[in-house]
């Protein structure tokens, strides 16, 4: 496969466990592949220099934090040609976690995180209608997440 990162079978398998826990220490790695954990520390600096890992974070729970209202919404631009001039001000909407280029119906596909519907409201009127370039938006409330996961390792 020309152009995408040669991985064996043991970087599959640290892959699959760093995956599941970003926070397994790489002696607990190390013992689930049989090798050492020096052996892990470097097999995942390699995997990070290759681009396989782009890192490591802590997720926050929305809700915990008071945001229970996600929201997806699709974007029609004006112009394929202000993709790049939209782009800037949606990345100024902290309540923006996602943004995609996307073929088909939307020129974009966002996905919002807000307090409320009466919040999501507020940013669609006063933070989205407003960026110039946007002709239109839908919008479609998530009622409940049902499952999330990392791509499969296989």
């Given at each position: 496969m020309a152009g995408?990162?040669?991985i064996d079978e043991l970087d599959k398998k640290i892959l699959s466990l760093v995956s599941k826990n970003a926070r397994i220490p790489y002696l607990e790695v190390a013992r689930e592949c049989n090798v050492s954990g020096a052996a892990i520390h470097q097999r995942i600096q390699r995997l990070i220099k290759m681009g396989v890992i782009t890192g490591s974070e802590f997720i926050i729970n929305p809700k915990s934090i008071g945001y229970s209202t996600c929201a997806y919404m699709g974007i029609y631009l004006q112009s394929a040609g202000l993709y790049n001039q939209v782009l800037k001000q949606l990345e100024q909407i902290p309540e923006i976690v996602e943004c995609?280029?996307?073929t088909g119906e939307y020129s974009l596909?966002?996905?919002?995180?807000?307090r409320d519907n009466e919040h999501l409201k507020d940013i669609l009127s006063g933070s989205l209608q407003k960026i110039d370039g946007i002709e239109r938006t839908e919008t479609f409330i998530s009622l409940e997440e049902n499952f999330k996961r990392q791509f499969p390792i296989s």
């Open positions: 995408h990162p040669q995609h280029y996307t596909f966002i996905k919002v995180v807000t």
